[in-house]
């Protein structure tokens, strides 16, 4: 019995060196909005064979980043909400401490806030309330905001105004994405505006700011707008 | 020497520590009361953040015009309801859509306005610093003004060791303050710890309302908090249907939290759109005035019978719901610090 639990002691404080050795290093993820293989900025403007598009807004939290290994959870980043704003480049190179010895090939991250998130009071950082990205007639997060100017040669131009989210069970916005990686020093996603613009749903609402079943159509198209850089 | 110097130094911050208000002397569950429903762990009470939150509660920085503040519409003495006013007024005189609800006793609630539309006590102060017709201003220029304005930057170091001012900040601070605002000192609570004694009239009001009114005014915080149709008819110019609004089910149609019954006597105008001037009114409503609807609570389907000497007798122990100490609580007025530091 005694040299049983002399073992356990001996295995548990290998084990807890083990933790504290264990060294980091960062990942860059980069999450860049583009169009036409170039860059959005606030203010751009982007054409559309005919008609052309000037993004003046693009914000979206990704958050719960995860790696898997053969399907199996092998890290998930603590405290994991990262808002990704046009405004501010930066915003755009999500930086990662994973750790040093991680075998990872699947990255897993969810486009949104998720719903216990979204009814656990005020957080700050990227989540305070300052950012812009809470309604404020209701609670709960905005996943993503997209505001811009569509200008066509046969048309009025129209305000298309995007604001998606809702948390609630059968209004529930938030998309899952999963990439398979090959490596884990640098991962580049695109998230495909134009894509998003010309979706079927773009077409038929020009105005999105509600929870519901429109606005989880759309996070569904956003999600389609990601795609990995090889 | 300096041995001394130090253990002079280490006593004396031991007793001024011991004068640090601790957690139970800030926030005490009232005897025979549930366990309240916020997570203090995530915004422990603190003396100096509930301080703040009273100053940021009155200030009408938090407005477009800075001349709106939460008190405007929510006002101590009527147990920070609104008094005389149906639809409260709010930036540049616009009325609102709704009566200002009673603030007190919030920390046992989990929804909040009257669709329960806010689902945290911490994000609940974004609705009206931002809403068009309450305070119409965005939470990025209040913080630029707090910024700016003494004695604020010199309370959130105090506060929190730093004077940065964020938006969580803020919002937990006014929550601190909100959560001290807790009712429990009225004749019924006396009576109820053995230390009073109802009349005779209280006393027959007190069995008519735990016969015809307390499945949804349940003791004893006088509410549910559930959504209930209590048969209003719709009011055709503000056409509010209430948690339908929030739920988009047409079974929530027409139904709005009930509310507490605590300091009722302070409340008035009553219902979520004020259209009740006094309780006589109300009680005449669930006796005569009922409109039968699909949404309609089940115990008001045939009304409620009661004879106006039974009204009288309910209005004589909702009057016991008073809480006068709380009501006239110096630590809940107006903060003094608001006018010396202009």
């Known amino acids: 019995m005694k040299r ?50 000037c993004i003046e807004l693009l914000k979206f939290y990704i958050s719960g980043i995860q790696f898997f290994n053969k399907g199996i959870p092998v890290w998930s980043e603590i405290q994991s909400f990262h808002l990704i704003d046009i405004e501010k480049p930066q915003s755009c190179l999500v930086k990662i401490n994973i750790p040093d010895q991680l075998v990872a090939d699947e990255l897993v991250f969810n ?14 950082a990227d989540l305070d309330p300052t950012q812009g990205m809470y309604w404020t007639w209701q609670s709960g997060y905005i996943n993503l905001k997209l505001e811009g100017l569509y200008k066509s040669k046969d048309a009025l131009a129209k305000r298309l105004v995007y604001h998606l989210g809702g948390y609630q069970q059968n209004e529930n916005a938030l998309q899952t994405l999963r990439f398979e990686i090959k490596q884990l020093n640098s991962i580049k996603l695109n998230f495909d505006v134009i894509k998003f613009i010309t979706s079927e749903v773009v077409k038929q609402h020009a105005h999105i700011m509600s929870p519901g079943r429109e606005a989880i159509q759309l996070s569904a198209t956003a999600k389609s707008c990601f795609n990995l850089v090889k | 020497m300096r041995y001394v110097k130090i253990i002079s130094f280490l006593s004396i911050a031991c007793i001024l520590g011991s004068f640090v208000p601790k ?51 929510h006002s101590p003495y009527a147990s920070f309801a609104h008094t005389d006013h149906a639809l409260s007024h709010g930036i540049d005189d616009k009325i609102g859509n709704r009566n200002a609800p009673a603030l007190v006793n919030l920390a046992w609630s989990n929804s909040f306005m009257w669709d329960g539309a ?44 730093d004077s940065t001012i964020t938006g969580e900040r803020v919002l937990k601070c006014i929550s601190q303050f909100m959560l001290s605002l807790v009712s429990a000192e009225s004749k019924y609570d006396s009576v109820m710890r ?121 209005t004589a122990f909702l009057l016991c719901l008073s809480d006068k100490k709380f009501i006239f609580n110096p630590s809940n007025a107006y903060p003094k610090e608001l006018l010396y530091d202009k």
């Open chain 1, 111 to 124: 486009l949104g806030i998720d719903s216990l998130t979204s009814v656990s009071g005020a957080f700050g």
């Open chain 2, 118 to 161: 806010i689902n945290h006590l911490d994000m609940q102060a974004l609705f009206p610093i931002t809403h068009p017709l309450e305070m119409d201003e965005n939470i990025q220029r209040v913080i630029q003004k707090l910024q700016i304005h003494k004695p604020f930057p010199k309370l959130f170091y105090t506060a929190y060791n």
């Open chain 1, 4 to 53: 049983g639990l002399l073992i356990l002691l001996v295995q548990l404080l290998i084990d807890t060196t083990n933790l504290f050795s264990q060294t980091n290093r960062l990942l860059t993820l980069e999450v860049l909005p583009v169009a036409d293989e170039q860059t959005v900025h606030a203010e751009k403007c982007f054409s559309l064979k005919n008609d052309s598009i």
């Open chain 2, 194 to 314: 053995h230390s009073a004694e109802f009349t005779a009239q209280e006393k027959n009001g007190y069995r008519l309302f735990k016969l015809h009114c307390s499945s949804c005014h349940t003791e004893p915080l006088f509410t549910n908090y559930s959504f209930q149709n209590n048969g209003l008819p719709l009011d055709t110019m503000l056409k509010d249907l209430g948690r339908m609004k929030v739920t988009h089910d047409g079974n929530d149609s027409l139904k709005f939290k009930v509310p507490t019954l605590r300091n009722i006597e302070y409340t008035y105008p009553y219902m979520h759109d004020g259209r009740f001037k006094n309780l006589p009114q109300v009680l005449l409503h669930y006796v005569t005035g009922i409109t039968k609807s699909s949404t309609l609570a089940a115990q008001l389907k045939n009304g409620i019978p009661l004879s106006p000497n039974e009204r009288v007798d309910i």
């Open chain 2, 23 to 73: 957690f139970d002397e800030l926030f005490k569950v009232p005897v025979n009361w549930p366990q309240p429903k916020y997570a203090f762990e995530r915004n422990p009470l603190d003396s100096s953040k509930i301080k703040l939150g009273r100053l940021l509660f009155y200030s009408g920085l938090l407005s477009r015009t800075n001349k709106i503040s939460c008190a405007s519409c």
